[in-house]
């Protein structure tokens, strides 16, 4: 009776996780009119209208690919960065060192708005605004420390020993830490992969404020749905249900890292 009940409760559980997305699935398949128009649970009338008004739009679609290409470029450039900052963390042991891994952590926890002016008085200068490395190098700011600070934590579980024991037999630093380190650590670099893609795929503020029409992210985009005549709410919800998906298919592809990244690394 007990398993009976707790069944029930998850149920219950997810069930309320999953009531906002199904009800933007609904409203994603049916007119702006029909949705103003009558309450209904299910859509009486599906339709993909918005769907297709999406991937027919340049704005629209262009906005999804800006968004992909800087949110991968600033995840490949956080690993590229916080593996070697994160070995030599865990490694070594030099003046000042606790004190520069709070320095990243803060970086983490400063809001956005703090930098936003700097980032932009500097990308004017170089000429990179409305480019995606633009958005990509600024997520850094926040997705490196967070990389550092889960890696670290993957990488002082590996035994010393490993290392001497590789550099006994020869093997130079580079071809030790890409061929026996980082396989060790895979959980720990899928984790990470994870978190940088998805806290630089929700990020709004530099992504709007540092493009213009060129790189413009799918976030800005969607503010084109409020006119004169009001939100475009069918429209809104097809965006936002193709907004989930990409972090639903990273979730999956790197599951299997996930779990075991969640029960050994610090996250």
């Known amino acids: 009776m007990r398993v009976h009940k707790r069944t029930i409760a998850l149920c219950f559980y997810f069930g309320l996780l999953l009531l906002p997305i199904y009800w933007m699935l ?24 918005n769907f297709v008004k999406i991937f027919t ?46 320095w990243l952590l803060t970086n983490r926890m400063a809001p ?3 930098f936003l002016l700097p980032y932009f008085q500097l990308y004017s200068t170089l000429q990179m605004i409305d480019t995606h490395i633009a958005v990509a190098l600024a997520h850094c700011l926040f997705n490196v420390p967070l990389a550092v600070w889960i890696l670290e934590g993957f990488m002082s579980g590996v035994p010393r020993e490993i290392d001497e024991t590789a ?8 071809r030790f830490f890409t061929t026996i380190f980082v396989p060790l650590i895979r959980s720990g670099v899928g984790v990470t992969a ?30 084109r749905t409020i006119s004169a005549t009001g939100l475009d709410w ?16 990273v979730i999956w592809f790197v599951r299997n890292h ?10």
């Open 112 to 114: 956005a708005a703090v």
């Open 57 to 102: 739009d340049e704005s629209w679609y262009s906005g999804y690919l800006n968004s992909m290409i800087y949110v991968t470029e600033n995840t490949l450039i956080s690993l590229v960065t916080a593996l070697p900052a994160a070995y030599a963390f865990s490694r070594f042991r030099f003046l000042g060192d606790k004190h520069v891994f709070f």
């Open 167 to 174: 550099f006994i037999d020869g093997y130079s630093f580079p």
């Open 194 to 223: 994870f978190f940088c893609f998805m806290f630089s795929w929700v990020e709004l503020l530099f992504a709007r404020t540092l493009t213009v029409t060129k790189a413009k992210p799918i976030v800005a985009t969607m503010t």
């Open 26 to 49: 609904t409203m994603s398949l049916r007119t702006n009119a029909d949705i103003l128009g009558a309450f209904a649970i299910y859509p009486t009338h599906p339709t993909l209208a």
């Open 258 to 267: 996930m779990a075991k990244g969640f029960a050994l690394g610090r996250v």
């Open 234 to 249: 069918g429209l809104m919800a097809a965006a936002g249900i193709l907004c989930i998906l990409p972090g639903a298919l």
